[in-house]
């Protein structure tokens, strides 16, 4: 709102004022006051909420700029403004099903906050500890709580937590209500065989698989209901574990990393998700590739170029 509007609006609204005390025959000269301090405020806060709708505005792509060169088999970019309709910044293959690797842990630990209680205690099996890897530093016999369990799962992506924390109600059971819970959530490219996300040993089986844009759904939904999972995945380490998503150490984007998970088999080469506070912190961007051999190069250009491709 410019000087002039502001000043036009004051003299209105205490020319009524002026009126309004003739008409009435009040000659207190404090309501005289009372209504210039109303004008005042009326306009202060009318720039506030046009100052505000300029802020909504919505990110626009920049005149010529070229696509990236995302050589990612599917990758998807998409900007979550709490309360708002979301936006699509860059898509591509985005409802291909591919194999995702240890991005499964994200339903693997939602599952297990629906289905457990946070202190209810997780057997250490045998079988667990036989899982490809040994990251999570799990032993034999050990028992956790759910939400320690979460750490050693996100962090470190353990086999060993993810097949521990299915196992507590049988693994079939768990895997059954993973992929209910992709049904009720309308995820229709995703599947899930496993809790951990390893390829089959029989390779005529398939792999778990979702879609680029089914994962940042996926990661749309937890962040919302179960905002403690992100907070686990934004921490470089927790006791002995390290985080594996190296943009959480060190990324040199002006805008703040809301967490990630990484994921790397054979079949789904590498896999990443990313969650970024936005340019002039308009919400949050979920960022998703699969299927490379470089999941953090092709992640930096996919950022890059929402961040530098659009006005914001």
Not at 63 to 91: C, K, T, W
Not at 196 to 210: A, I, Y
Not at 257 to 286: C, E, F, H, M, R
Request: hydrophobic letters at 40%; aromatic letters at 8%.
């Amino acid at each position: 709102m410019t000087r002039n509007t502001k000043i036009f609006l004051g003299a209105c609204l205490t020319s009524f004022a002026l009126w309004f005390l003739v008409g009435t025959g009040i000659s207190m000269l404090k309501d005289l006051f009372f209504w210039h301090e109303l004008a005042r405020l009326s306009a202060d806060s009318s720039a506030d909420a046009l100052q505000k709708q300029l802020e909504e505005i919505r990110p626009t792509l920049k005149s010529g700029v070229a696509a990236p060169d995302i050589r990612a088999a599917a990758a998807f970019s998409f900007l979550v403004v709490p309360g708002r309709e979301g936006q699509v910044l860059f898509a591509k293959n985005q409802d291909r099903a591919l194999p995702i690797a240890s991005l499964t842990k994200l339903m693997t630990a939602l599952v297990s906050l629906e289905s457990y209680g946070p202190e209810e205690q997780i057997l250490v099996s045998a079988k667990a500890l036989a899982e490809e890897g040994d990251q999570g530093k799990l032993l034999k016999g050990q028992t956790l709580s759910v939400q320690e369990m979460l750490y050693p799962l996100l962090l470190e992506s353990s086999n060993d937590a993810a097949t521990a924390l299915a196992e507590h109600i049988g693994q079939e059971h768990f895997i059954n209500r993973m992929n209910h819970r992709a049904d009720t959530l309308k995820l229709t490219n995703t599947l899930f065989v496993n809790p951990n996300g390893l390829d089959p040993e029989n390779p005529e089986k398939l792999p778990n698989l979702s879609s680029a844009k089914d994962l940042a759904e996926l990661a749309v939904f937890i962040k919302r209901e179960h905002p403690e999972v992100f907070k686990i995945l934004v921490l470089p380490e927790f006791g002995p574990y390290v985080n594996t998503n190296e943009f959480v150490h060190s990324n040199g984007w002006r805008t703040k990393v809301l967490g990630g998970k990484t994921g790397q088999t054979d079949l789904a080469q590498g896999t990443l998700i990313l969650l970024l506070q936005s340019p002039k912190n308009k919400g949050y961007t979920v960022n998703v590739i699969l299927g490379t051999g470089d999941r953090f190069g092709e992640m930096r250009k996919l950022v890059d170029w929402t961040h530098d491709g659009y006005i914001w």
